[in-house]
């Protein structure tokens, strides 16, 4: 039994240490993607200059749906994440202060915010 495990052991330790291998490279939709969080099938990506939110398809990398972020004011959106069918912006000031995230729907919908400092 001890065998079984150590020749197990050994097999994952090797497939764990093999060189990662890149499936498929896709073009970004803008120039500052800053943003990238999956869900839904979908890739959603925030690009910080246009702070615009983009729906993409994970395997052509075509944009299905996109959306201004116009809640932040002020704050510079630098992230997103995908959860529970919504869709987070994170937002700052550029001294990395009063943070908030900010949450849509997957139809771009603005839904609520709340404080990301402790």
């Known amino acids: 039994m001890k065998a079984i495990l150590l020749i197990l ?4 330790l ?14 970004a939709p803008d120039g500052n ?3 990238l969080g999956f869900g839904d099938g979908s890739l959603w990506a925030l690009d910080k200059l ?4 983009y729906r993409l398809d994970p395997v052509s990398g075509a944009v299905s749906l996109s959306w201004v972020v116009t809640q932040t004011g002020t ?3 630098t992230g997103c994440t995908f959860l529970n069918n919504y869709v987070y912006v994170c ?3 550029s001294t990395g202060t009063a943070a908030y995230g900010y949450r849509y729907n997957t139809g771009g919908s603005y839904m609520s915010y709340f404080s990301l400092d402790c």
Do not use: C, F, N
Not at 14 to 27: G, K, Q
């Open 9 to 12: 052991l050994s097999a994952s």
């Open 33 to 35: 993607i800053t943003g």
């Open 14 to 27: 090797a497939y764990s240490l093999a060189e990662p291998v890149v499936d498929r490279t896709l073009d």
């Open 91 to 93: 937002a700052g000031t």
């Open 75 to 77: 704050k510079i959106p």
């Open 50 to 53: 246009s702070e615009t939110v």
